[in-house]
C-alpha cells in the first residue's frame, strides 16, 4: 500500500512551458485534492474532486487544470508557467466526506524561471 | 466563512520544555478539528484530530482540546524532544474541503 504517490519529486520550467504533476492513491479514496504551499505559508487549495469524473475550483485556481478520469488518478496541468506559480505542491486523499483525514504526498517542487 | 488562525513562529525550546501553540477558528456549522505535522522535506502527517466540542485529541504525548465557546484548538505537550522540531498546522473540516492555519515552525535544541 504506497498510499498517496507524486512524480516529479522536482522540476525546473521556463516562463511559457506547460507540464503535468502525476498523483496517484492506491486506497480507493473518493476525494482528491491539490495544494500549493509558497515558502514560510500555509497550504492554499488549487482544486478538489469528489470521484471520478467530478472537479471543482478551490481557492488559487487560476493557471492551473484537472482531470479525474478514474478514482485513482488526479494530474495537474500548469499551462504557459508563470514564475509566481513556483511553490511546492502536494496532493491529498481522503476516504469521503465523514472520513475526517486526509493523506498526503510527499510533494513536488516546482520553479519557474 | 471558514478560517484558522494559529500562533506565529518561530518557536524555539530547550528539550523537556512545556509547548503550547495557540490555534484558533472560524467556521460555520459544526467543524472537525486537526493538527497536522511536517517534518523537513515531507508531505504533511495527522498528528491528532477532534471531531466534536469537548473532545481531546492525543497522539506521541501532544494533546489538544476542542473549545467550542472559545473557538480554540490549542496544541500542547508537556516535554518536547528534539524529534519534535518540525511545522506544525491546524486544520478544520467541514467535510469537503480542510482549511489550514499558516503553520507554526519549532525548533528543539538539546
Known amino acids: 500500500n504506497a498510499g498517496v504517490t507524486q512524480t516529479p519529486k522536482f522540476r525546473i520550467l521556463k516562463i511559457g512551458q506547460s507540464m503535468t504533476l502525476q498523483c496517484a492513491q492506491d486506497m480507493n479514496h473518493n476525494y482528491m485534492y491539490w495544494y500549493r504551499q509558497d515558502p514560510g505559508m500555509g497550504l492554499k487549495l488549487i482544486y478538489y474532486?469528489?470521484?471520478?469524473?467530478?472537479?471543482d475550483k478551490g481557492e488559487v485556481p487560476n493557471g492551473y487544470n484537472v482531470s479525474r478520469s478514474t478514482t485513482e488518478d488526479f494530474p495537474l496541468r500548469l499551462e504557459l508557467a508563470a514564475p509566481s506559480q513556483t511553490s511546492v505542491y502536494f496532493c491529498?486523499?481522503?476516504?469521503?466526506?465523514?472520513?475526517?483525514?486526509?493523506?498526503f504526498g510527499p510533494g513536488t517542487r516546482l520553479t519557474v524561471t | 466563512g471558514n478560517s484558522v488562525t494559529q500562533m506565529e513562529g518561530p518557536v524555539t525550546l530547550s528539550e523537556e520544555a512545556f509547548l503550547t501553540i495557540n490555534c484558533t477558528y472560524t467556521?460555520?456549522?459544526?467543524?472537525?478539528l486537526f493538527w497536522y505535522v511536517q517534518y523537513p522535506g515531507e508531505g504533511l502527517q495527522l498528528l491528532l484530530k477532534?471531531?466534536?466540542?469537548?473532545d481531546k485529541g492525543s497522539n506521541k504525548g501532544f494533546e489538544a482540546t476542542y473549545r467550542k465557546e472559545t473557538t480554540s484548538f490549542h496544541l500542547e505537550k508537556g516535554s518536547v524532544q528534539v524529534s519534535d522540531s518540525a511545522v506544525y498546522f491546524c486544520?478544520?473540516?467541514?467535510?469537503?474541503?480542510?482549511?489550514f492555519g499558516t503553520g507554526t515552525s519549532l525548533t528543539v535544541i538539546p
Open positions: 491529498a486523499s481522503q476516504g469521503g466526506r465523514l472520513s475526517y483525514e486526509q493523506y
Open positions: 477532534a471531531t466534536k466540542a469537548d
Open positions: 467556521a460555520t456549522g459544526y467543524p472537525s
Open positions: 486544520a478544520l473540516s467541514t467535510g469537503n474541503q480542510f482549511y
Open positions: 474532486s469528489v470521484g471520478a469524473g467530478i472537479t
